[in-house]
């Protein structure tokens, strides 16, 4: 019996080796399925995303330089109104009143004057004739002394009362103005967007002027305020072309243009932004303020040009090796060895071998790279993203730069990186070619291969990790690139 059992394990065992082996040398002869695109030619347009707010070029607020109750209104909400039209009155009773007394005490304070106009030439007369008796002998000195100081203070209550003259006509030129006032009159032409009285209620003016209307000079052009992310700001110019969404009409794309970058930095939990004016037009008035734009700058833009997707650029058959080696445990999508980082050769214009060891980093980002440009004519790269924020460069995965990820347009040599193409025995083989623009999802063909020209993207296992989004790779400010998912927490 135990000899039995020995020799059934002994059985069992070598049915179980030799199923392993089969199915490894059936796994080991399975043919790899890849998928495939062809290069095709097409718009890639790089854009900066933000959001921003709608908001009237000039918007003024009309208010109250007196207090009172408003007795009428000459607008409501969403009235056009003229400059120096009415729209609002105060009850006028008290500063009629106010007005009636300044006047009144004008007429008392120039009969004021007269009077002591009268009395100068009385005390005047006085003095004339003590000074005469005094050269007689005929005064005493005494006399004489008191004769000259009522002249004296005779004079002096003249000037007094041509003073309260002035200060009365003061009065009734103030009570005038703030009768005035009570008239409320628009400052210049445009729309109502706020009103905040109604009749019958109390403006209080003593400390500032209340607001009484909102005005918003001309609807018919817009500005959107922008706020752009630092890592952004730097590749905005003024004069670019803005495209922008609103939530009301979700289907509809609206156009700008970038008119001011404001210098002044905003700060908000540790994240600097820079506010941005973007001029719209809006003729038929459809974009109202406060409306929500979503807003996406041109930066580049790259029109019926060779193109290829971005996850072509990131794939890898398995065991591939910079100079056309292979090694085992390397996936379709594995991380390239650190002497790709370098890109050394490739950079510089070296051999195919060189430029297919520099393709991943240089095409496919990934790290830190070298800034873009490295064609003649090539435009120098700046700080790009990759996880959030990054300084890769050139044709990467969302490369930014102030002179483009890649090679400053057609002619102007690329940026060094490889794709693989179908071979003739039907595997994967290296092409070095040389990319030009990036929006995250199209990368620009500058030379290398031909429209119609078939490049494998992917494999049929692995379709997801060689063709999507690098995992916690940002899709940046392009709204264009490929979202990542994310998981909601159960």
């Known amino acids: ?220 052009h817009m500005q959107v305020n922008a706020s752009i992310d630092e890592a952004d700001v730097g590749r905005v110019r003024t004069g670019e072309d803005v495209t922008f969404h609103v939530d009301a009409y979700p289907n509809e794309t609206f156009t700008g243009r970038v008119e001011q970058v404001r210098l002044q930095p905003i700060t908000v939990q540790n994240v600097v932004t820079y506010n941005t004016l973007i001029a719209v037009d809006n003729p038929g008035g459809r974009l109202m303020p406060g409306m929500t734009a979503t807003v996406s700058v041109i930066v580049q833009r790259r029109d019926n040009v060779l193109r290829l997707p971005a996850a072509a650029l990131r794939f890898r058959p398995e065991g591939w090796q910079p100079g056309g080696g292979r090694r085992a445990g390397a996936g ?63 044709a990467g995965w969302e490369g930014r730069g102030p002179g483009g990820p890649g090679a400053g347009g057609p002619g102007g040599g690329g940026r060094p990186a490889v794709v693989f193409v179908p071979g003739p025995d039907g595997k994967p083989k290296a092409q070095p070619i040389r990319t030009g623009i990036n929006d995250g999802q199209w990368v620009e063909v500058v030379s290398g291969l031909d429209e119609g020209a078939p490049i494998i993207t992917g494999t049929g296992d692995g379709a997801a990790r060689a063709g999507g989004p690098r995992p916690g790779a940002s899709a940046g400010t392009n709204p264009f690139a490929p979202q990542p998912q994310r998981r909601t927490r159960g």
Do not use: C
Request: proline letters at 3%; glycine letters at 12%.
């Open 1 to 220: 019996m135990r000899l039995n059992s020995r020799r059934t394990w002994i059985a069992l065992a070598v049915v179980v080796a030799a199923g392993a082996a089969l199915l490894a040398f059936r796994g080991r002869d399975k043919e790899v399925q890849y998928q495939t695109t062809t290069v095709d030619r097409g718009d890639i347009v790089d854009v900066v995303g933000a959001t921003g707010t709608l908001q009237a070029v000039t918007t003024v607020q009309v208010g109250s330089q007196v207090s009172g109750t408003v007795d009428s209104l000459g607008a409501d909400f969403n009235s056009r109104v003229k400059k120096d039209q009415v729209v609002a009155r105060l009850e006028t009773s008290t500063f009629d009143a106010r007005l009636s007394q300044a006047r009144a005490n004008l007429v008392a304070a120039r009969a004021n004057v007269e009077k002591a106009k009268s009395t100068v030439a009385d005390t005047k007369q006085k003095y004339e004739r003590a000074k005469e008796l005094s050269a007689q002998q005929l005064l005493p000195e005494a006399d004489l002394e008191t004769a000259k100081s009522n002249y004296d203070g005779a004079v002096a209550a003249l000037q007094g009362a041509v003073a309260a003259v002035s200060q009365s006509a003061a009065s009734v030129q103030q009570a005038q103005v703030d009768l005035t006032h009570t008239v409320i009159r628009a400052p210049i032409d445009g729309v109502v967007v706020a009103r905040n009285v109604d009749v019958g209620q109390t403006v209080a003016a003593s400390l500032q002027a209340p607001v009484l209307f909102v005005i918003a000079n001309d609807l018919s």
């Open 332 to 394: 379709a999508s594995g991380a390239p060895p650190a002497s790709m980082a370098t890109g050394g050769a490739a950079a510089t214009g070296g051999s195919p071998a060189a430029a297919v060891a520099s393709g991943p980093e240089a095409a496919a980002g990934g790290g830190r790279g070298p800034r873009g440009g490295g064609g003649a004519g090539g435009g120098p790269g700046g700080a790009g993203r990759w996880a959030g924020r990054g300084a890769m460069g050139g």
